[in-house]
């Protein structure tokens, strides 16, 4: 007959609880959350957003696309019919790869897990996107920020000291950058890329609003890559960002990559999209002439400094910044608010370029606000 033994486990003691805090890494814990503005009902100025609708020729094949798409089969992982569509409207040579991600985002968190080995620094200039230092503490990479100057230009001094000192792996550029707006000198990106011993990457989220691009200089530097998203131009919907650059580099964060990042519906979408460049470029153009006619009211308007912008928002200063948003949001305005994000942005709020109609509106608005806190 066959003897059963019954073990009783004796725990010594009840356990703790389990918490975030218990498990979740300090850096993370010590993070916020990219908090984007509730916008209901609101003019939106504060995303960077294309505020014009395509041609109703345009949006019909989109729709014949869209109803005809397999969405029921994952898409194409190679994206092939896309990334050629890319390489045609950035005329990019065949010894120049493309990596696609879902946003801009993704790829930065892609190059930063490439090559986050043990003590590595990335790098960038303060202010500029905050993802470049969130991501970083995503995934384990030190950070170092390079304060700009004054005037919001690169402080070349401190930036190549600071490169000789840290030896960063990876370097983050805007050009144009965010939130200031301005164009770096190129020839000060160049002596960067000369002295550093990492991966500086050119980030032109704002290419179609910009007087110069790195895109046709990939290959002059072994360590240049260059980076876009397509959501500035009227794409923010499908989330659809690339990185180009030398296929040695391109292959290795290719590993890293999920499969099926970009799906069906982006890829279909932007396909014809891109075969409509000139239309998307055309609403560019209109952006930058509505852009210029913001600026000027901007700078004709009593307690306020607008800086000069590259690229489809203008980054301003004025008293009692924080209140003036308030009173935009009241009369159905949203920007965003930067003063209290950066010491250097301390007054600060930045406006996307809208519609004639929106543009007036901010500014009737804007008036109003400052009238009321004066």
């Not at 790829?107 to 996107?129: C, H, R």
């Not at 200089?217 to 980076?227: A, C, P, Q, S, T």
């Not at 099926?260 to 396909?271: C, D, I, K, M, T």
Request: with cysteine.
């Amino acid at each position: 007959m066959p003897t059963y033994c019954i073990f009783t486990v004796v725990m010594s003691s009840v356990r703790n609880p389990v918490t975030p805090e218990s498990l979740v890494r300090p850096e993370i814990l010590a993070l916020h959350a990219y908090h984007v503005q509730p916008s209901p009902g609101m003019i939106k100025l504060d995303a960077m957003e294309n505020p014009y609708i395509l041609p109703e020729s345009v949006r019909a094949e989109l729709a014949a696309v869209v109803s005809s798409a397999s969405i029921n089969r994952y898409p194409d992982a190679s994206a092939a019919t896309l990334k050629d569509s890319i390489r045609k409207t950035g005329n990019l040579p065949s010894d120049i790869d493309i990596l696609l991600g879902n946003g801009s985002d993704e790829i930065i968190q892609l190059l930063a897990m490439a090559l986050a080995k043990p003590g590595a620094t990335l790098m960038s200039v303060e202010p500029s996107f905050v993802m470049y230092k969130m991501i970083a503490a995503f995934t384990g990479m030190q950070y170092v920020g390079v304060p700009l100057a004054e005037d919001f230009s690169l402080d070349m001094p401190a930036m190549l000291a600071s490169i000789r000192t840290h030896q960063p792996a990876l370097i983050f550029l805007a050009y144009p950058n965010n939130p200031t707006g301005n164009l770096f000198v190129a020839a000060d990106i160049e002596a960067i890329l000369q002295v550093s011993n990492g991966l500086v990457v050119v980030d032109e989220a704002y290419y179609a609003f910009a007087d110069n691009s790195f895109l046709p200089r990939l290959g002059e530097f072994d360590n240049l890559l260059v980076m876009r998203t397509f959501s500035k131009l009227g794409m923010a919907g499908l989330r659809l960002g690339f990185l180009a650059g030398p296929r040695n580099w391109l292959e290795q964060m290719e590993k890293l990559r999920l499969p099926y990042n970009v799906g069906v519906l982006p890829q279909r979408v932007a396909e014809v999209l891109l075969q409509h460049h000139d239309v998307l470029l055309q609403q560019a153009a209109q952006i930058k002439a509505d852009r210029t006619w913001l600026y000027e009211r901007l700078v004709g308007t009593v307690d306020v400094h607008a800086y000069p912008s590259n690229a489809n928002f203008i980054l301003f200063r004025l008293s009692h910044a924080g209140k003036v948003f308030e009173g935009l949001k009241q009369r159905g305005v949203l920007i965003k608010k930067l003063d209290g994000s950066h010491p250097a942005l301390a007054d600060c709020l930045r406006v996307t370029v809208g519609s004639p109609e929106e543009n007036e509106r901010f500014i009737k608005a804007l008036q109003e606000s400052i009238h009321q806190n004066i």
